[in-house]
């Protein structure tokens, strides 16, 4: 039985929606849930801050004492997964768009991706499309501005609208039949988004395969936590955390606690 907890890193509370799946895949395991509020949005960084901003969370995190890493951010996963890797001594899972399903099963040829700007410009997106997508065409959207709403909890704000009809109106003139969620913190308005892009689109995102991927990993390591009650999620943020608190309080139904610290 190992009982040291996963830790889930993102720049804010979008990462909660991989938390969500983790947990509903992995309810025994113990989670250490970091979200660097202070340093938010990354879409808007440099790589250089970016890959600072993240080894610096790592840093904490492994001082939980941490088995697996689940980097719950794309942008992160982009320009700072290999620069974590190279200094951490625990597997590290990274986030990244779920071009590859959206590209096998489209009947159309064509696909969208949302992200944040970082993630639409970085070589790793780019990547993506070019190992996975040939002969598919890709709209690749990035959604300044989207990310925020998401981190007030307003889901079903008249601004939140307004975005999404904006950053939409390109996909409803299309031939796109899959449409990819870029940016963990967009799970959160699946419903919203479903509503204005219409039921023909199939919505995609990466939080189920990261859980099933975490449950593998666990087990060829031998790292899982066999224990038969559910495990406990402490939450923290180097932001205010009264704000998370409400968020996250609001984005996953259940009341939420954090501890502010700094990185």
């Not at 936590?225 to 996250?248: C, H, L, P, V």
């Given at each position: ?13 979008g990462g909660l929606s991989i938390l969500r799946e983790l947990r ?50 794309n942008t992160v996963t982009c320009y700072a997964k290999d620069a ?43 990547g993506l499309m070019r190992n996975f997508c040939q002969g598919v ?127």
């Amino acid at each position: 039985m190992d009982k040291r907890p996963i830790g889930v890193f993102d720049s804010g509370v979008g990462g909660l929606s991989i938390l969500r799946e983790l947990r509903q895949l992995l309810p025994n395991e113990n989670y250490v849930f970091l979200a660097d509020q202070q340093h938010l949005p990354y879409g808007g960084k440099s790589e250089r801050q970016i890959i600072d901003y993240s080894r610096r969370a790592t840093t904490y995190l492994a001082r939980q004492n941490i088995k697996l890493l689940v980097i719950a951010c794309n942008t992160v996963t982009c320009y700072a997964k290999d620069a974590l890797r190279e200094k951490c001594p625990f597997p590290i899972i990274g986030t990244v768009p779920a071009l590859k399903p959206a590209a096998e099963q489209t009947r159309s040829d064509s696909i969208a991706v949302l992200s944040t700007r970082a993630t639409a410009r970085s070589k790793e997106l780019k990547g993506l499309m070019r190992n996975f997508c040939q002969g598919v065409k890709v709209l690749n959207i990035g959604c300044p501005g989207l990310e925020k709403v998401v981190e007030n909890g307003k889901l079903n704000s008249a601004n939140t609208t307004f975005l999404l009809e904006r950053y939409l109106k390109k996909v409803k003139d299309s031939d796109v039949d899959y449409l990819v969620l870029g940016c963990t913190h967009y799970p959160f308005l699946k419903d919203a988004i479903r509503e204005i892009a219409g039921p023909s689109i199939k919505i995609l995102d990466s939080g189920a395969a990261i859980a099933r991927r975490a449950k593998a990993l666990l087990k060829l390591n031998r790292f899982k936590n066999t224990q038969e009650k559910r495990g406990k999620i402490s939450y923290f943020t180097t932001g205010d955390r009264n704000k998370f608190n409400i968020a996250a309080s609001r984005l996953l139904q259940t009341k939420v606690s954090s501890k502010k610290i700094k990185i």
